[in-house]
């Protein structure tokens, strides 16, 4: 007999060693989330895949799938509170949606969409971030880094180099690279690297590249993210 | 240099493991970690050159700009501010010629605040290269200028600066029958381990760290894990705000603490323990090293321990100022010369602990009571406390009472007993737990310690109503944004905008709405934070909002809405730009 979990009232069957992310990507729930990706061991650390599992709530992309188990998703209250935890991110850095190259193909800015965010709610932090233009081919601005460590991951699981890590504490986290002056144009890294491509926001950019496809043409201005990401990570998931 | 970091590196057996003693090693040495070291120790350890980097920005004690050769830190826990301390920061900076948070223009000295440094009973307090100095007044401030303007060493400074006394002032259970060196682990062995196992199931012993886990079942679970090894590690990272029992029991008691980790290697199956020791405990590290030594000779530590083929040691692990690394999934990555972040659960340290091997972490007063339990049988401590609560609790006690210090009593006394015993009078409410725990007022003192009713790690701040309520809450959840680690948004985001939100309504600036957003804010920091810490951060605001509404709403302007910034101010630029100042210039912050 296969196991099965409930989310949502919906009976959706997992295997042995599966997460709660796993186990409802396959079965085609899509669950908003930002730092997790299927290609990478999860991290737990945007807080936007919280479910309440049995009455406590625990972020779907690190726990684990076990039978019987009672998932609620997309009550009111976690609905609420995923938009509150996405203002967050936006008032934490400087995010100019219109101005910013990736608009239309960011997944932070589609997860707003998709959680109906009309508004920061918050005040601002206006945290004094850098750009850091010194590689010939790829650019980070730290304005829109959301720390979800993908590039930190791609980098050491992916590219065996290890470019990327996160430093500092509490609001003062910050993204560093590895090379003697800190600067990407000193790193090793590649523009055919995992790492410089799998950045879900507009923080680490490809140079000329700028508006090859026009905004109106990008992901997010035709699909929500929830049908692209069902579609993008189902396979990732194996299903 | 290279020669200094060859030895330290050499000292460290070059294990990446290490690294926190590695780094404290060179912080000593030139006062921070050099770019060059930095360099250095990743070639010799084989890490990224980042992962030094993002360590030494984690942890309070590491710096990669040069400090002064006297890094004075002084506590900055509601304890120490209600004894002053703002007058003697104030005080100490005229003495010593240098600002708060700057490093004097000759190198010499640098002053900055800390997190409460565990002296709360003695303070105000605080650390001079990582030393505890206690009872800090103006003649002992003059004294320090001069000693560190003639550049006398740290080592012949008067004794009296750093003492720091136990202040026990009512032992119970535990402290006043401290057991024979040894005794628990030979009963343990006469008995039999798993029936020693057994009598700590029947004592009922659960973890004295605040969360209060049943010992035997945690042991148990971590012995059940198949493995090459096993771990103990006994975490002595008190950082709660008015915490300092621990201090006091690795200074009196730590020969039985370490007996408890021994029991519990013997009963897991575990070769090595490690005792995370928080940094700023550094005063007790020597005499812990010393300790653990005398036990190897006493046949009570290494290889075949009372000739019974347990072979076991103990090496001790510094903290370096991280109130997260008391969370034993941080403690853990701390230890592994990581930064101190919180692990996602499952799986939990008992499966995949230190080096993802089956670990035991329990509290210091934990291991002390379990050799106690040893010796003494489970039915001796069953025979204290309440039917879920077995046995006693130490508790740490300070702030408005005659006598600040450590009192034991069996789970179930009353608040009120507690605080007659400590000579509290004319008490507003006390700070049970810490800044995470719960805040109670003068109408609940009936209430009991005990994990029924209130749970606590061990920590009592008493506020009489001369005190500012706001001003405990304030510095808390300054605290709380301070010490978060920063890993997920709800805690890193959260914090730090609790702490912007109170304080707009402290100063004046909030109106009907800000309370209901703070409020609001609560809510989603406790129920999305990742760990225990965010968890509990808005608990001083919670707990003060529910028992004191009106003192909020004391604070409140009466407008509906009053905004974030001021208006009026930000165009000060753009008129004195334009040389202008009349009338037309100002623009009203709202329309009444």
Known sequence: MSKTITIDGKKIPFSEGQTIMEAATEAGVYIPHLCHNPDYEPHGSCKLCTVSVNG???TACTFPAMDGQEVISESRELEHDRQRITQMLFVEGNHFCPGCEKTGNCQLQAVAYHLNMLDNHFPHFFADREVDASHPDILIDHNRCIFCTLCVRASREKDG?????????GINKHLIVNSASGKLGDSDIDVNDCAAHICPTGA?????QGYRIPIGQRIYDHKEINEVALEQEREGHGG | MKQFLDQVLESAERQSTRLMQILRAVQDEYHYIPEQAIDYLAEQLNIARTQIISVAEFYSFFHLQPQGHYEIL????????????ANIMAYLSKALRVEVGAVREDGIVSLNNTSCTGMCDQGPAGLVNGYAITKLDRPKIDRMAELIDNQVP???????????DDNIRKPGLLLQQEIDQGAGLRQAFARGLQETLAEIDKSGLRGRGGAGFNTAMKWRFCAEEQSDRHYVVCNADEGEPGTFKDRVLLNSYADQVFEGMTLCAAIIGAEQGYLYLRGEYRHLEQQLRDLLQQRREAGLLGDNILGQGLNFDIEICMGAGAYICGEESALIESLEGKRGIPRNRPPYPVSHGYLNKPTVVNNVETFMAAA???ANGGDWFKGAGTEKSAGSKILSISGDCALPGIYEYPFGTTIAQILHDCGAVDVLGVQIGGPSGTFISKHELERKLAFEDLATGGSFIILNNSRNLFAMVKNFTHFFAHESCGFCTPCRVGTSLLKNQLDKVLDGHGSAGDVVALEELCQLVKNYSHCGLGQTAANPILTTLQRYPDLYQNQLKEISYEPGFDLDAALETARRMAHRDDAAAHLTQVED
């Open chain 1, 204 to 208: 680490i950019l490809i140079k000329r």
């Open chain 2, 372 to 374: 106690a339990i040893s």
């Open chain 2, 154 to 164: 740290l080592a012949d400074w008067p004794a009296e600066f750093f003492q720091v």
């Open chain 2, 74 to 85: 002084i506590s900055d826990s509601i304890t120490d501010l209600m004894l002053g301390k």
């Open chain 1, 56 to 58: 406590r709530n625990c």
């Open chain 1, 161 to 169: 180099k290890n470019v990327f890590a996160i430093s500092g504490r």
